[in-house]
């Protein structure tokens, strides 16, 4: 993870503009401004632009940049609020898109060829979020002491932001707004109220990735269903001593989540004292205490939005409402309630679901390492360019999906990856 992050503005030598300046975006020695102008031969790290309008986007965009993860293949409501090619505003911008995962913020900055301009940077980055933070309040409050036209309106439009950000309360409600996918002041009033509710009942952080998990204007409609679904499950899942033992809090600022689920589904399988290889149905039914017929492919449609694990009384075992149907999709959504029970010390409530949270991407790193470790995969694949049919096997060995083993391999870079997407999801 990266430490820095700088926006610097240098005056033209010659005003076209009295707003114009020279910007770099940078992220330790990163520029996502590099380019290279029509007719020159040299790259530059400047882009000359009003930064006003810069400014301005990012206080209007400011909670959800802080606090909302990729969501749907970066739907084109979503880069509006985090792509800064959207500021447009006649001029040429970056396609470099920032959002919050917590104690980090993740980057993607994606070459591009624009009239003429050509951006060179691609990739994707991760910065602590408090550098983030300060360098765009930097880069604000530089803007204050710069005699641009617009200089009082961002003044005003900044003051507010800080007030919003100094308050507890409304920071909590637009953390919130943000995570469903709403702006300033976008959701509906009764949303917010139902949620508040359930914040009261489960804890802010539950009710939150619960907003991830299903976004929008009936994100708590979802909620209240999957809690009946799970309080009314004849699936109840005991939460072994080993698991609640693995303590990870200390490490989450200074470690990706997969690294830590990795630790974590090994000290676990060495607790429990699981051999290498796969783990078949009837052991780890009994890791969870359950039925192994849980695990059996079940028919029809699911009418849920995502699993949930939801806290019995007695804090030892949990109820849950799974929403796959296949068997070894069933088997890897309960090793995530698994992970969850981890990642948030048993939390009341713990959405499993497709969002790209650092909380998701640890089950899923958990789950994928707890059932099929690396070192035991390379061991039976013994291939180091596996093709369709290594990866068949495999699944079948673990008694996992093909796409999971596939994901592994390209994550530790055995095979290559094609999807910005699926970097997101693994970093």
């Known amino acids: 993870m990266m430490r820095k992050f700088n926006i610097e503005t240098r005056e033209p030598e010659f005003y076209e503009s009295q707003d114009l300046r020279y910007i770099k975006i940078s992220a330790d020695d990163t520029s996502f401004t590099r380019l290279i102008r029509q007719g020159d031969s040299e790259p530059d790290d400047y882009l000359c632009v009003p930064p006003a309008q810069m400014a301005f986007w990012l206080i209007d965009n400011w909670w959800r940049l802080r606090w909302e993860p990729p969501s749907g293949a970066f739907r084109p409501e979503?880069?509006?609020a985090h792509d800064l090619s959207s500021i447009g505003g006649g001029y040429i911008w970056p396609r470099v898109a920032l959002w919050g995962e917590e104690h980090r913020m993740g980057i993607t900055s994606h070459p591009d060829h624009a009239d003429s301009l050509r951006f060179l940077t691609g990739g994707l980055f991760y910065v602590a979020a408090p550098a983030v933070e300060d360098s765009i309040d930097q880069f604000i409050n530089s803007l204050l002491e710069d005699p641009i036209s617009d200089r009082q309106a961002l003044r005003v439009a900044y003051e507010a932001l800080l007030q919003e950000r100094d308050d507890e309360d409304i920071g909590t409600w637009r953390k919130l707004e943000a995570k469903l996918g709403f702006d300033v002041d976008e959701a509906p009033e009764a949303l917010m109220k139902c949620l508040a509710a359930l914040i009261e009942q489960y804890g802010e952080e539950d009710i939150e990735e619960a907003a991830l998990a299903h976004q929008g204007g009936d994100s708590a409609t979802v909620l209240q269903e999957e809690i009946k679904a799970a309080r009314t499950s004849n699936i109840r899942m005991e939460v072994p001593k080993a698991v609640r033992e693995i303590q990870i809090g200390p490490h989450?600022?200074?470690?990706?989540?997969?690294?830590?689920?990795?630790?974590a589904a090994a000290t676990l399988r060495e607790r429990l004292s699981?051999?290498?290889?796969?783990?078949?149905?009837?052991?780890?039914?009994?890791?969870?205490a359950i039925n192994v017929q849980t695990f059996s492919t079940k028919r029809g449609?699911?009418?849920?939005?995502?699993?949930?694990?939801?806290?019995?009384?007695?804090?030892?075992?949990?109820?849950?409402?799974?929403e796959k149907k296949r068997s070894d999709a069933r088997r890897f959504?309960?090793?995530?309630m698994l992970g969850d029970v981890i990642w948030s010390d048993n939390d009341a409530l713990g959405p499993v679901s497709a969002a790209k949270s650092v909380r998701q991407k640890f089950q899923r790193a958990f789950?994928?390492?707890?059932?099929?470790?690396?070192?035991?995969?390379?061991e039976y694949i013994e291939n180091?360019?596996?093709t369709e049919d290594d990866i068949h096997a495999a699944a079948h060995h673990f008694c996992v999906s093909e796409l999971m083993v596939q994901s592994l391999l390209v994550n530790k870079g055995v095979m290559a990856r094609r999807e910005v997407e699926e970097q997101i999801d693994a970093a």
């Open 384 to 386: 180091d360019q596996p």
């Open 274 to 288: 699981i051999p290498p290889g796969p783990i078949l149905n009837k052991p780890l039914s009994e890791i969870f």
């Open 333 to 336: 959504e309960l090793c995530r």
């Open 301 to 322: 449609r699911s009418p849920l939005k995502y699993g949930l694990r939801l806290r019995d009384g007695d804090g030892e075992a949990n109820v849950v409402a799974l």
């Open 78 to 80: 979503w880069r509006l």
């Open 367 to 378: 789950a994928q390492s707890f059932l099929c470790p690396f070192a035991d995969l390379e």
């Open 252 to 263: 989450r600022a200074l470690m990706p989540p997969w690294q830590l689920a990795e630790e």
